[in-house]
C-alpha cells in the first residue's frame, strides 16, 4: 500500500514539471486579482455603467415634452464625471483626476446640446457639434494614453466612438419613437461601457500593480 501510495505522489511530483501544467499554473496566477483590484474594477466599472444610465435619463428628460426634471437629471449626470475622475485621484492625483472630469464634462455639455439640436431638427449644428464631440473622444484617449503606457490610444478612441455611436442611436431612437430600437441601444450601451471600463481599469491595476496588492 505503502509503495503505490509513493508511486502515485512521485508521478504527480513529475506530472506537475510538465510544461503545459506550469504554463497553466502560471496564468492562473496572472488572472488572480486582489480584492483591491477586484473592488477597484468594480466601483469604476458602476460609475461607467451610471454614465450610460444617467445619459440616457437625460435624453428621456430632454425630449419629453412637459417633462420637468431636465436640470436635475443634467446635475446628476455632470457629477457623475466627477465621481469618475474622483476616483483615479488616489492613483494619479488631483490634478489628473480633475483633468479627467473637466473632458468628461466637456464630452456632456456636447452631448447636451447635440440633443437640443437633434430636438429642434437643425441638422447642420448636429454635424459640427458632433465634429466637436468626436475630437473631444480623441482628447480623452489622449489624456488617457498618455498617462497610461498599457493603454492604447488608438484602442481607447474605438471604444469612445462605439460609446458616442449607441447614444446617437439611443438618442435617434427616442426622437422616433422607435421605443424597441431604444432598447436595444441603451442594453448595448450598458454591455460596451462595461467593456471599456474593464479595459481601463486593468491598465490601471498593470500600471501600479504595487497598489493593488491586499
Known amino acids: 500500500m505503502k509503495k503505490h501510495l509513493c508511486t502515485m505522489l512521485t508521478v504527480l511530483f513529475l506530472v506537475s514539471l510538465l510544461p503545459g501544467v506550469v504554463s497553466a499554473n502560471s496564468e492562473a ?82 452631448a447636451g446640446k447635440i440633443v437640443d439640436a437633434a430636438k429642434n431638427g437643425e441638422q447642420d449644428l448636429v454635424g459640427q457639434l458632433n465634429e466637436e464631440w468626436y475630437r473631444n473622444a480623441d482628447d480623452i484617449a489622449s489624456f488617457l494614453s498618455e498617462a497610461n503606457p498599457h493603454l492604447n490610444k488608438d484602442e481607447l478612441l474605438n471604444m469612445l466612438h462605439e460609446h458616442l455611436e449607441l447614444v446617437a442611436d439611443d438618442l435617434t431612437a427616442s426622437l422616433e419613437k422607435e421605443w424597441d430600437e431604444r432598447i436595444v441601444a441603451i442594453d448595448e450601451g450598458v454591455t460596451h461601457i462595461i467593456l471599456m471600463s474593464d479595459a481601463i481599469s486593468e491598465g490601471v491595476v498593470k500600471q501600479f500593480p504595487e497598489k493593488f496588492k491586499q
Open 29 to 110: 496566477e496572472e488572472q488572480f486579482m486582489s480584492p483591491a483590484a477586484v473592488e477597484f474594477e468594480n466601483e469604476f466599472r458602476r460609475l461607467w455603467i451610471d454614465h450610460v444610465l444617467w445619459t440616457s435619463n437625460y435624453i428621456t428628460s430632454a425630449t419629453t415634452a412637459g417633462a420637468e426634471d431636465q436640470e436635475q437629471v443634467l446635475e446628476r449626470l455632470l457629477r457623475n464625471q466627477e465621481d469618475i475622475g474622483n476616483a483615479v485621484k488616489p492613483i494619479y492625483g488631483e490634478e489628473a483626476g480633475n483633468k479627467l472630469t473637466d473632458l468628461l464634462k466637456e464630452h456632456i455639455v456636447i
